[in-house]
Structure formats: structure tokens, C-alpha cells
T-cell receptor, first 111, second 115 residues
């Protein structure tokens, strides 16, 4: 079973920041938080990952709380092309590090 | 730099048949993982190959088998197809380093329909 909880759906206005929350209250010290997104019928696309510090790349920012029990993915200026299902995954990278997907959050960016 | 590629894109089979799906990893990657995604669900881990051996396996029956070749490409074989095997099959590649598996990057998937 997935170790994360996400809202099933969210809406965001085009050009505004999209903030996608994720709860992972049972995360272990050696587990990373990964975010992927999947646009309809395509393969999941890697977005960002982190262990305990906040991370930023060209696609998004990842904010992890100090107790590591929750995180937020931030898309700073959402566009219509950001409409997708967003998956938050906790993952141990050693010994294989398989990804366990939950249901994700379906983000709809509206004009 | 080519990303992860999969073939074929779409496939239609009938119950009881066998199917082989193929995956070429991203350049520099040596580990391949396979996932099954049923309609409306998140991807489910099938197994992972590294150094031509199966390293991890999810909760899938023995009808699902795989292979990894010396060039790191991989095949997924499914025998005795069932209607429930209809799904999007995803391949993900990653780079191993000092016992860890790095970030997984996915291919576009193969859509299998079993009639």
C-alpha cells in the first residue's frame, strides 16, 4: 500500500501557484519524498525529490516540514499544460527502491 | 539524448496468448523496472532487473517474467493472457550507484488490450 495521502483533486487558475499537499506521517529516516506527474495516457514524468531540505528545480519547488510528516509541491506559475495527475511517493533508494504509487491528485488548471 | 523507449506502442491480443514487450533504457542507465497501470489506477510495480537478474518483484504471478540483456535493454513477457491483463505497461530506467538505485525515468508505455 502507498504510504502517502493526497487529495483526489484540485483546481488552480492559470498563472497562479499550484500548491499540492501530501501527508506521509509514517515516513522513515532513510525514505525520500518523490513527486511524479502523469499527463493522460503518457508515462509518469519525474518532477523533483528530497530527503529533508527544501528543493527547487526548473519545474517546481518541494517544501518538506521539519518533522518530515508532510510536504507540498509548488508549481509557481501553473499553465494549462500542467493539468495532470500528481503522485507523491516515499521511497527507499537502496535495495531496489521500487515506487509505490497511490491514487494521486488530479490537478486541473483552468483559464 | 534519447529517453526511455518502449515498443510496441499498442498491442491487441486474445485470451490465452503470450506477449513480449520491449524497453530500451535511457543512456547511462543500467537498471530497468516494469510497472502495470490499469485504467484509473496508479502504476503497480511488477519487477526490476539489474545486472541481468531479477532483483525485486511485486505481487504478480509467475505468468509475468522478464529478461535483461547485456546492453541493459529489457523484455517483459506475459503468458496465458487474461482479460485483466489489459493495461498500460510502463518501463522505467535508473542508474545504480554504490548499492542505491537513482531516480527512475519512465517511457511512454505500451497499451495492451486483451480480447
Amino acid at each position: 500500500d502507498a504510504k502517502t495521502t493526497q487529495p483526489p483533486s484540485m483546481d488552480c487558475a492559470e498563472g497562479r501557484a499550484a500548491n499540492l499537499p501530501c501527508n506521509h506521517s509514517t515516513i522513515s529516516g532513510n525514505e525520500y519524498v518523490y513527486w511524479y506527474r502523469q499527463i493522460h495516457s503518457q508515462g509518469p514524468q519525474y518532477i523533483i525529490h528530497g530527503l529533508k531540505n527544501n528543493e527547487t528545480n526548473e519545474m517546481a519547488s518541494l517544501i518538506i516540514t521539519e518533522d518530515r510528516k508532510s510536504s507540498t509541491l509548488i508549481l509557481p506559475h501553473a499553465t494549462l499544460r500542467d493539468t495532470a495527475v500528481y503522485y507523491c511517493i516515499v521511497r527507499v533508494t537502496n535495495q531496489g527502491g521500487k515506487l509505490i504509487f497511490g491514487q494521486g491528485t488530479e490537478l486541473s488548471v483552468k483559464p | 539524448d534519447a529517453g526511455v523507449t518502449q515498443s510496441p506502442t499498442h498491442l491487441i491480443k486474445t485470451r490465452g496468448q503470450q506477449v513480449t514487450l520491449r524497453c530500451s533504457p535511457k543512456s547511462g542507465h543500467d537498471t530497468v523496472s516494469w510497472y502495470q497501470q490499469a485504467l484509473g489506477q496508479g502504476p503497480q510495480f511488477i519487477f526490476q532487473y539489474y545486472e541481468e537478474e531479477e532483483r525485486q518483484r511485486g505481487n504478480f504471478p509467475d505468468r509475468f517474467s522478464g529478461h535483461q540483456f547485456p546492453n541493459y535493454s529489457s523484455e517483459l513477457n506475459v503468458n496465458a493472457l487474461l482479460l485483466g491483463d489489459s493495461a498500460l505497461y510502463l518501463c522505467a530506467s535508473s542508474r545504480s550507484r554504490t548499492g542505491e538505485r537513482d531516480t527512475q525515468y519512465f517511457g511512454p508505455g505500451t497499451r495492451l488490450t486483451v480480447l
